[in-house]
């Protein structure tokens, strides 16, 4: 059984964002640029807001965090976007979700231009990874992607199971995991014989936000198990939608919670604010 280290595998990717951000500076004189628009207090939100800032800070880019009272209203947020969609020196616009009341999250991420919609979800970038011909990817699968393919495992032609159908990761995860050529079944909470189709997986993936909902008896032989789930269980220790312990004996490779697919989805954050800054270069 391999642990998959998303520690060290994010690290790594890290260090290749820096190197292309420096030729860039050094050669076209841009240096990437990521706005993060946080509305209230949600204690969970401000610590994915400082994390994102102090990735920015590693890589040399530029950040802007823009933290405004939970009373704004819609119409001075979509004008903050509108201004960050005009300013030269912003590359990515990220606004942190949920967003307090009762706002038209669609119509403000509608708002952000596809060219700096850094979380890929804009219909206008959702409809190019379905085709297969992307810039952009959502920061969670995409993470998952590189975690697999740089553990060298490969996707064709395998039985790829996907638990979860959300438009941030069940739905891009399965539609990447299609693009690589795997055979791909999607189940979710209406899903029959839930158990017996996972335990047909080459490559489970689970994304319900349910600790320990993965048991081993759901799980064949040799299995590549991909915990996107993070947690809190009776004792409020961070933990995944994996039942770990039962489950890791029977896999080829897993990902552990936390240090898996965790610290990969700020990395490809990054990544999608640089790909923004290169073709920003007209």
Do not use: W
């Amino acid at each position: 059984m391999n642990i998959i280290d998303g520690k060290a595998i994010s690290a790594q990717i890290r260090a290749e964002l820096k190197a292309e951000s420096d030729k860039l500076k050094a050669e076209k004189g841009i240096t990437p640029g990521l706005a993060v628009i946080i509305v209230g207090e949600d204690p969970a939100s401000q610590i994915y807001v400082r994390n994102k800032a102090r990735a920015c800070e590693e890589l040399g880019y530029y950040s802007e965090v823009h933290r405004l009272p939970a009373e704004t209203t819609e119409e001075e947020l979509g004008e903050l976007i509108d201004k960050l969609n005009a300013d030269k020196k912003i590359h990515g616009i990220l606004v942190q979700l949920p967003l307090p009341g009762h706002k038209d999250e669609k119509s403000l991420l509608l708002r952000i231009s596809p060219e700096k919609d850094v979380d890929a979800f804009h219909p206008y970038n959702v409809g190019r990874i379905s085709t297969g011909d992307y810039g952009f990817l959502p920061c969670t699968p995409a993470g998952v992607m590189e975690l697999i393919e740089r553990s060298g495992i490969s996707v064709s032609g395998k039985n790829c199971v996907v638990i979860g159908r959300s438009n941030i990761v069940g739905k891009p995860m399965a539609m990447l995991l299609i693009n690589a050529s795997g055979t791909v079944t999607v189940c979710h909470s209406r899903t029959q014989n839930l158990a017996e189709i996972c335990r047909s997986a080459d490559i489970l993936v689970s994304a319900v936000g349910k600790a320990d909902f993965v048991k081993a008896d759901m799980v064949k032989e040799g299995a590549v198990v991909i915990d996107v789930g993070m947690n809190r269980n009776a004792e409020g220790k961070l933990c995944g939608d994996v039942a770990y312990d039962e489950v890791a004996p029977k896999c080829s490779y897993i990902t552990p919670v936390p240090g898996g697919v965790g610290p990969m989805t700020i990395t490809m954050l990054m990544r999608n604010t640089l790909y923004a800054a290169k073709t920003s270069v007209k």
